[in-house]
């Protein structure tokens, strides 16, 4: 057996870690040295993915599972990482978002406080040990280190309206927290494990008594996970967080909301997917009704928002809300359309967020919620944009930052051609085509809701985004400054968007890839057997031997 590729699935948690940690011992002076160690560290980070995504993804219909056991212990006493196709995915479009993110911090927000590097790289660690681990109690410990580093992150650069909203922030997430361990205590008390294969040939064996225990347990870690994925009503606090963080933080935010989709998505269809009642089930009518309610919330958030950065933290709570209300209706094509909808909403989102930090830079806050305002009450002063000079020409920055935001407005609006779009097509085909044979059925009313929502949303956000996109490019204000952009600063938010062009492009192969990626989900037992049934390594021979 070759060890390379096996020790490499650890290498997601160990670079981030290593680095983070190697940085601690350099003054805060030495930012040079501290940026090139973070690029080289996230540079690796995505080759790794890359290659770890190429050795999950095979021809097998579940693909590769790999299995990485700490310490050699037997399953499933192990602390093991489970490598697949969604694990490898998430991988990557981590890394995707942190080497843009990173770079963008480079021009001015890792000098805007101290250890920003480390935290940073401690960030992206936690998110990929959530993403890997195999076991619930380690992901309780990742997901506390990428909390934790979040915490840093939002404060930085510290500045009132940053501070208020990371303190609401922290204690949010500390109840999450609290939440999470309860739940996590509670499963264990009942069916004696948390290995996450383990737990899911125990919960149909767990007698009636002990259902209500094991089924509040499992409730009360949903509520840990809802809160992070941002679904209403527990929700309120994440537009203005994601709003007051700095650009970059604010950009690698963008997946965090996603670990929540993620996990919920993960154990639900492990540990429930194989009872018969499980589509009937009553908490997946809840999730999705819910994630209708986030579409809602979000909907209105974006149509009554005055900034562009409370704008994108509701864009934010629509995405999540598709995602819930995805996978609350368990169908095969829904979750693959639900998968390709989460890199490209998230690949737009992050950039979105760096993108508005440049177009804001020269504008007077202030005078544009006034303007909005009396536009609202009708005290516009028309004649004033008549006396406007007619002709003059767009400056090059102003016309590349507005080609960017046409971009993002495309994208999350969901309209032609762009993968948005493509993705909102294949969840609505998969709801109205659910056997795929093309013959007329009775539709339920639920798929009729959620097409209404997503229509509404995507014109909520076209309408936001064009009236923002007016007064910013078409039709500033006077007292608008030119702003002053550099080039590390628009080629980050550039090839984030060239990254959603190339899932256009490769809609086939990408689509492919999710459709088996959802399949296997639908169907555990792979993933469950090849967990469970990981041989442990004889590597230490000679000890036996001393000890015989």
């Not at 798929?447 to 509404?456: C, M, N, P, R």
């Amino acid at each position: 057996m070759n060890l390379v590729p096996e020790h490499l699935i650890i290498a997601p948690v160990l670079i981030p870690f290593i680095a983070g940690v190697v940085l601690l011992f350099f003054e805060d002076r030495a930012r040079s040295v501290k940026a090139v160690v973070s690029i080289c560290a996230t540079v690796a980070l995505l080759a790794v993915s890359v290659m770890l995504l190429r050795m999950a993804h095979t021809e097998e219909d579940s693909g590769r599972i790999a299995v990485y056991l700490l310490g050699n212990w037997p399953p499933p006493f192990a602390i093991n990482l489970v490598l697949d196709r969604l694990s490898a995915m998430m991988l990557v479009l981590t890394a995707l978002l942190a080497l843009p993110s990173l770079v963008f911090s480079l021009a001015r927000w890792h000098k805007a406080g101290v250890h920003f590097h480390t935290l940073f790289l401690l960030l992206l660690m936690g998110l990929n040990g959530a993403f890997l681990t195999g076991d619930l109690f380690n992901l309780f410990v990742f997901f506390e280190i990428m909390l934790a580093a979040s915490y840093g992150l939002v404060l930085h650069g510290s500045g009132l309206l940053r501070v208020k909203a990371g303190l609401h922030y922290i204690a949010i997430n500390l109840v999450a927290s609290l939440l999470f361990l309860i739940g996590v205590a509670l499963i264990y008390g009942v069916t004696g494990t948390l290995n996450m294969a383990d737990l899911a040939l125990r919960i149909p064996q767990i007698s009636e008594a002990n259902r209500i225990m094991l089924e509040s347990g499992a409730a009360i870690l949903g509520v840990a996970f809802l809160i992070k994925a941002g679904m209403w009503p527990l929700n309120f606090w994440l537009p203005a967080t994601y709003a007051a963080a700095p650009a970059p933080s604010a950009a690698i935010f963008a997946i965090m909301s996603k670990v929540g989709i993620y996990v919920l998505l993960r154990l639900s269809l492990l540990f429930f997917g194989n009872t018969p009642d499980f589509p009937e089930n009553m908490s997946l009518e809840i999730l999705f009704y819910s994630g209708l309610a986030t579409i809602g919330f979000g909907t209105a958030g974006v149509l009554a928002s005055q900034t562009l950065g409370r704008f994108a933290g509701f864009s934010v709570l629509i995405s999540s809300g598709t995602l819930l209300a995805s996978l609350g209706l368990v169908h095969n094509g829904v979750t693959a359309g639900a998968l390709f909808y989460l890199a490209s909403s998230t690949l737009a989102i992050s950039a979105l967020f760096m993108l508005i930090e440049l177009v804001e830079r020269g504008q007077n806050m202030a005078s544009n919620v006034l303007a909005v305002t009396m536009e609202a009450f009708g005290d516009y002063d028309e004649e004033m944009a008549d006396e406007e000079i007619v002709g003059v020409a767009i400056p090059r920055t102003i016309a590349v930052l507005g080609t960017c935001f046409a971009a993002c407005a495309i994208l999350l609006a969901g309209l032609p051609p762009l993968s948005g779009f493509i993705a909102k097509f294949v969840i609505l085909n998969a709801l109205f085509n659910p056997d795929e044979s093309g013959q007329a059925h009775l539709i339920p009313a639920t798929s009729w809701w959620l097409l209404a929502l997503l229509i509404l949303s995507g014109l909520a956000t076209l309408i936001a985004m064009s009236r923002s996109g007016i007064r910013t490019f078409w039709a500033p204000p006077i007292d608008t400054a030119l702003p002053r952009v550099l080039l590390i600063e628009i080629v980050p938010v550039a090839a984030l968007l060239c990254m959603t062009l190339v899932l256009t492009m490769q809609a086939g192969p990408v689509m492919q890839f999710m459709e088996t990626t959802a399949n296997s989900l639908h169907q555990p037992q792979p993933y469950i057997g090849s967990v469970l049934e990981t041989p442990v390594t004889k590597s230490l021979p000679r000890l036996e031997e001393n000890a015989e």
